[in-house]
């Protein structure tokens, strides 16, 4: 804030009629730096640290575990993802085991293909003596299941169907008995199921051990044997989503950092649907939107038990990667993927002409556009009192106070966006400078290729964020017109994202 000694050293103070008032009012202008408005709003990253305890102990109560239970139909699609948790609270998905003949969603063919070069035997199953019992795998990211001829203990064949299932990365072959479905009514004929995962899976997993009555008696409960796990060799990266770069990883470690908005739990490791979390995230008020999300497999005791998506609207790295685990808990697969900003420096933290005080009507990243006879109607600041974040702001209305013109603010380039993507334009804007009278008229028009997207009158207002949807038409142009002053209007963090 700037010190009253400075207020009661006025020089060059300038009156200004009041709109709609027939007084007249003294404020020192911006360029001055004058006195900032009471109301401090501005970007407050206290308690908005990653919310670790509660991650740890939704994951201890999540039940996202599956697999093809006795009256499941062969040849089911594959399961779009599913949040199975949200900040804290579970979703009827992550409530409980399995049910039986659920009836799982499709998924469109948005998930990339996977190269898997070989598999490697992770457990075998029990012998076929007539005594010897075994379990399916009741695991998390289960996808579908077929059956396979069972004229064979046929692996290769249930190997080629995984290698045929976007995502697929384990498969679990075993031997159903006594499942009236199996031996009656599906077209198959046989008992020996293929069932796939997108996550790999140990025998300590093989929990599904039958015992469904499934045929009219005298026939014994459903039981299983011979019941092996085969696991893909080779884990590709995930296709980095449309509009994001990735951070880092995979290392072991989530991030622990400011700016945390929240998170879900996916019921599969899914970058695209973490993405699609953060994109439509609202926006914290003080902080915006979602600019940042660390997606990570949890282990419990292990076993792999639910996929975190969490969200920052502050971009982070690997450097605040640190969070391993705690108790039961093991991080894994921990990667961050930032959302691609197409402003370059919108925080205008790219001035840096002084240290403490400074102001431009242009500078390498920004353009403020006055027309004569007007003045700095549009300009940059260096000087963090005026700032949302950081210590750059734009100001739009004249930084000295000598005319009421508008000025226009633009980036000095056009953005690198692609022709017929939808885009949202963010941003925060406060309008307090001069107090609540003279700011009545502020207002900006937010133009996107000459065009106006929207107009803002806000009046007196602090720190607000404010959001648009446009379509691209490629190197499209963005602009901000406004300021009449005293009626200044500050802008700061803008951002232009994939929708
Ligand atoms: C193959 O599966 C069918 C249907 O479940 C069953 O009737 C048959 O006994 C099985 N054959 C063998 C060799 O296990």
Redesign the pocket.
């Known amino acids: 804030m700037v010190s009253s000694t400075r207020l009661s050293a006025l020089v060059g103070l300038i009156a200004f009629l009041a709109v709609g008032a027939a007084v007249t009012t003294a404020v020192v202008p911006p360029a001055s730096q004058g006195q900032v408005d009471p109301i401090d709003n501005s970007l407050d990253l206290g308690g908005t640290t990653t919310d670790t305890d509660t991650i740890v102990s939704t994951a201890s109560v999540v039940s996202q575990k599956g697999g093809p239970t006795d009256d499941t139909p062969p040849n089911q699609p594959v399961p779009a993802t599913v949040v199975t948790a949200i900040d804290g609270q579970l979703t009827e998905a992550g409530s409980g085991e399995t049910r039986r003949g659920i009836s799982m969603r499709s998924t469109s063919g948005k998930l990339s293909k996977r190269i898997i070069s070989g598999y490697e035997l992770v457990f075998s199953g029990t012998g076929t003596d007539a005594g010897d019992r075994d379990g399916s795998i009741q695991g998390t990211a289960y996808l579908t299941y077929k059956l396979l001829s069972?004229a064979t203990y046929d692996v290769d064949g249930c190997l080629e169907f995984c290698n045929n299932v976007n995502g697929c990365v384990f498969a679990n072959i075993y031997?159903e008995f006594n499942?009236d479905l199996?031996?009656f009514v599906f077209n198959e004929?046989?008992?020996?199921k293929c069932a796939l995962y997108a996550d790999v899976h140990t025998a300590a997993e093989k929990t599904n051990l039958g015992g469904q009555q499934s045929e009219p008696l005298p026939a014994g409960l459903t039981y299983i044997q011979q019941s092996s796990g085969y696991a893909s060799t080779t884990l590709v990266d995930p296709p980095t989503p449309d509009g994001y770069e990735l951070v880092f990883g995979p290392t072991n470690g989530a991030n622990n950092a400011p700016g945390y908005m929240g998170f879900a739990f996916l019921h599969q490791y899914d970058v695209n649907a973490c993405a699609q979390l953060c994109n439509t995230r609202n926006a914290d008020p003080n902080g915006g939107a979602c600019q940042y999300f660390n997606i990570w497999r949890a282990l419990v005791n292990g076993i792999p038990t639910t996929y975190t998506c969490s969200m920052y609207f502050l971009v982070t790295d690997a450097s605040t990667a640190i969070n391993t685990g705690q108790g039961d808990l093991e991080v894994t697969f921990s990667r961050g993927y930032r959302r691609k900003n197409f402003v370059v420096d919108g925080g205008f933290e790219g001035y840096t002409a002084c240290s403490g005080f400074c102001f431009t009507d242009s500078y390498s990243n920004w353009i403020g556009i006055s027309v004569a006879p007007g003045y700095l109607d549009a300009s940059i600041f260096f000087f963090a009192p005026y700032a949302h974040a950081g210590h750059g702001s734009a100001l739009l209305g004249s930084a000295t106070g000598q005319d009421v013109l508008p000025g226009t603010l633009t980036p000095a380039s056009p953005l690198n966006t692609v022709a017929g993507q939808q885009y949202t334009i963010t941003f925060f804007h406060a309008s307090v400078y001069s107090g609540r009278t003279l700011e009545a008229a502020a207002f900006v028009q937010i133009l996107w290729n000459g065009n106006i997207v929207s107009t803002i009158t806000p009046g007196y207002s602090a720190w607000t964020f404010y959001s648009f949807g446009v379509e691209a038409k490629g190197n499209d142009v963005l602009a901000f017109h406004g300021g009449k002053a005293p009626a200044w209007s500050f802008l700061d963090d803008i951002c232009v994202f994939l929708t």
């Not at 004929?189 to 020996?192: D, F, G, T, V």
């Open positions: 069972n031997y499942n199996l031996d004929n046989s008992n020996l």
